[in-house]
């Protein structure tokens, strides 16, 4: 839930659990139909054949048929799944105020912009998870922090590509001057400092979702955050040995493996 994900992407083929087994059944359709709602805006704003206002228009008309279950399928469907619950329909609106900025081409200029930006476009989908399943306050900071640092891997592994294929920058320009380095094929060395000093934030953030699984009542929900926190440790990891701008970083098969260790041993404190 996430900078934006690459288009037709599914829930398996993203970097942290969308689905999985700790979840309760009752949970897995209106998640999943938030996800698709959510894959569905993003790829709107995304698609570098769509003008910026038809994707503004599309957008509008999908939160719409959030509120009164007309209009696109995925909006509907997430109706449909929420029944009208306004504590679990504000996340996804929000969610589209993100997506505006992206099909407006909006860049950042310092570290506090992209969070603010992170508040709407990464946020809303814990505080999804943390109201359908009637958490607790205590568990929303964590829970956004834990949000907002996948969201920054997110932007910091896609920077090439974002730039590249959308001209579009997410690295705030405090951190990175000279934009135009996002168009090489390896990374300068100030891009790498940039990423760098991105990927310590990231680990500030990831700290602080440390204490999320404790704060949380549902077993499988702290068991999925707990193996969140795990995902983004190691791809925060990979980051800083790899070149994004040279290769496509992302988590393997053994990476998630040894993540999904992290709920076990989270239960047996």
């Known amino acids: 839930m996430s900078a934006p994900p690459r288009p037709g ?29 959510a894959r569905h805006a993003d790829d709107i704003a995304d698609d570098p054949e769509i003008d910026p206002e038809e994707k503004l228009a599309r957008l509008d008309a999908l939160g719409d ?40 081409g909006k860049t950042y200029e310092s ?16 505080r999804f998870l943390l109201a359908l399943h009637d958490e607790v306050d205590e568990a929303r900071r964590p829970a ?50 940039a990423l760098d000093a991105g990927l310590d934030r990231v680990d500030d953030m990831l700290a602080i979702a440390a204490g999320l699984p404790g704060r949380i009542r549902h077993r499988g929900l702290a068991a999925q955050a707990a193996m969140t926190v795990a995902t983004g440790r190691r791809l925060a990891r990979k980051l800083r040995r790899l070149d994004p701008l040279a290769e496509r970083v992302r988590l393997g098969r053994f990476d998630l493996l040894l993540a999904g260790f992290t709920p076990l041993m989270h239960r047996f404190r």
């Open 65 to 104: 048929g959030l509120r009164n279950g007309n209009g696109p399928p995925e909006a509907s469907a997430l109706h449909e799944a929420l029944t009208g619950t306004p504590a679990l329909v504000e996340p996804a609106l929000m969610l589209l105020d993100a997506f505006r900025q992206d099909a407006r």
């Open 144 to 193: 956004d922090a834990l949000c907002i640092a996948h969201q920054v891997l997110s932007i910091l592994r896609n920077c090439g590509e974002d730039y590249r294929r959308l001209d579009r920058a997410y690295i705030p320009a405090a951190l990175l001057h000279d934009r135009s380095l996002l168009a090489e094929c390896r990374t300068a060395p100030a891009l790498r400092a």
């Open 111 to 126: 570290w506090n912009d992209l969070i603010l930006y992170c508040s709407f476009s990464a946020v809303p989908a814990g």
């Open 9 to 37: 992407k599914t829930p398996k083929a993203e970097n942290f659990p969308v689905l999985s087994r700790h979840l309760p059944a009752a949970s897995r359709a209106p998640v999943l139909a938030f996800y698709r709602f």
